[in-house]
């Protein structure tokens, strides 16, 4: 599990098994365990939900967990064309930096989901797909100055990664 205090200091966790805070000038790096998934893994849904003290995220992939990273940041864009990404709202941002994609080797989506969502939940303001290129996904995602901390986890069957925003 990993955990990202807000709005100045971010715990960043790798499924290769990396950890860093991240602070406005500073980096720390951090032991950590995760797992990695074992050949090529696809996105293939996000869902959100909504629950008494927390948002939640939820990024399902095809086969096994991918290697990811998550940092904060006072700011989304796409990474194709540089355009701001925004939701109403947002106090912050999360992105996740995956090691997958959401379309197949032939060009196929395996995501075929909205690429920008806005959320009218509590602390949640919505996510969006910001780059899926050459095996680089990056996810945003968007919370209200309410929250607490943002904590990601991986779970299996399914494969997916989990990002709680606690209010």
Not at 50 to 74: I, K
Not at 114 to 143: H, W
Request: proline fraction near 4%; glycine fraction near 8%; charged fraction near 15%.
């Amino acid at each position: 599990m990993a955990v990202v205090s807000v709005p100045r200091r971010h715990l960043v966790r790798s499924a290769l098994g990396v950890a860093a805070v991240v602070g406005i000038a500073a980096t720390t790096v951090l032991s950590g365990t995760a797992q990695a998934a074992a050949g090529t893994t696809y996105l293939t849904n996000i869902r959100t939900g909504q629950h008494a003290t927390y948002d939640r995220v939820v990024l399902d992939f095809s086969a096994g967990v991918p290697a990811y990273g998550v940092t904060g940041t006072s700011s989304l864009e796409q990474c194709a064309s540089g355009k701001p990404v925004s939701f109403p709202n947002s106090a912050e941002y999360v992105e996740l930096d995956i090691t997958s994609a959401a379309h197949d080797d032939n060009g196929n989506a395996t995501y075929t989901g909205p690429r920008t969502v806005v959320t009218n939940m509590p602390s949640l303001t919505g996510y969006a797909v910001t780059c899926d290129f050459e095996g680089k996904l990056k996810v945003g995602i968007g919370y209200k100055s309410n929250v607490q901390h943002v904590v990601t986890s991986v779970l299996t069957n399914p494969s997916r990664i989990v990002i709680d925003v606690k209010r």
